[in-house]
């Protein structure tokens, strides 16, 4: 065996070595924090974990669409949610990572099972994108640590519930940073302008930063905005009567 072929050798046993490690170190953390606190722990962060999903963002996005407009946070967090939709969902179809509940019988879901993949983790992109995003844009240093905080328990309870392992949650962050970076430089203040030019075209008055008159004028877009918000809400809590109340 050449040095060429020696050393290469001895870069795949090192690889191969760092990434048991890691899943050895996964494991540990899981069987460690899973259900960690109790029942009651559970609870909340069962109920914080629900604000990484997608329901609340769309919601969110919608209303400063619809109900309060403001193109800027329209523009910045519909971007941010968009971004993470074209690098999450391709991610976890290519890596197909089991979850932790399914890997190991220690390990259980204390939620409702999810389906898809384990890595990254869907809920600490968006908890770590958006807070930093909404950050940003309030320039409020209270608001911000309020909401690094949320993001923080909300990715940990990802560990604790049994549905992600550590680096499932800590690269769903890096991602997260990574997606408010672009999106706040870059992504962001395209779709802002592009919006811009449109309104320039609208010959009605805009009503900037309070609530749309035609949500209290209107009934027809009262109408809309109930059936567009069904569309957002009715699936999960369809989900949530099925899990939790059906089950009793």
């Known amino acids: 065996m050449g040095y060429l072929e020696l050393l290469l050798f001895k870069k795949m046993i090192d690889y191969q070595k760092i990434t048991e490690n890691i899943i050895d170190w996964d494991y540990r953390i899981s069987h460690k924090h899973n259900g960690k606190g109790g029942e009651i722990i559970t609870l909340i ?37 968009a971004f993470g939709i074209l690098i999450i969902v391709p991610i976890k179809k290519k890596v197909n990572r089991i979850r932790p509940f399914k890997s190991s019988k220690k390990i259980e879901a204390l939620e409702k099972e999810p389906t898809s993949g384990s890595f990254p983790s869907w ?16 320039d409020s240093y209270s608001l911000a640590i309020i909401l690094i905080i949320l993001a923080i328990l909300i990715s940990y309870s990802r560990i604790q ?57 209107n009934i027809g877009y009262i109408i809309i905005c109930i059936f567009i918000y069904s569309l957002i809400i009715t699936p999960r809590l369809f989900d949530y009567i099925k899990d939790n109340l059906l089950k009793k």
């Open 45 to 81: 962060l069962k109920y914080l974990s629900f604000c990484g999903k997608e329901t609340i963002w769309v919601c969110l996005i919608s209303f400063f669409l619809l109900i309060w407009y403001e193109p800027i946070y329209f523009s910045y967090i519909g971007m941010t949610f």
């Open 161 to 217: 519930l049994g549905v992600h392992f550590a680096t499932d949650v800590v690269m769903g962050g890096i991602i997260g940073i990574l997606g408010f970076i672009i999106t706040y430089t870059v992504l962001g203040p395209f779709i802002y302008e592009i919006i811009t030019i449109f309104e320039k075209l609208i010959t009605f008055q805009i009503a900037y930063r309070t609530i749309n008159p035609l949500f209290t004028e």
């Open 123 to 138: 809920h600490s992109y968006n908890v770590c994108s958006q807070a930093l995003m909404i950050s940003f844009l309030s």
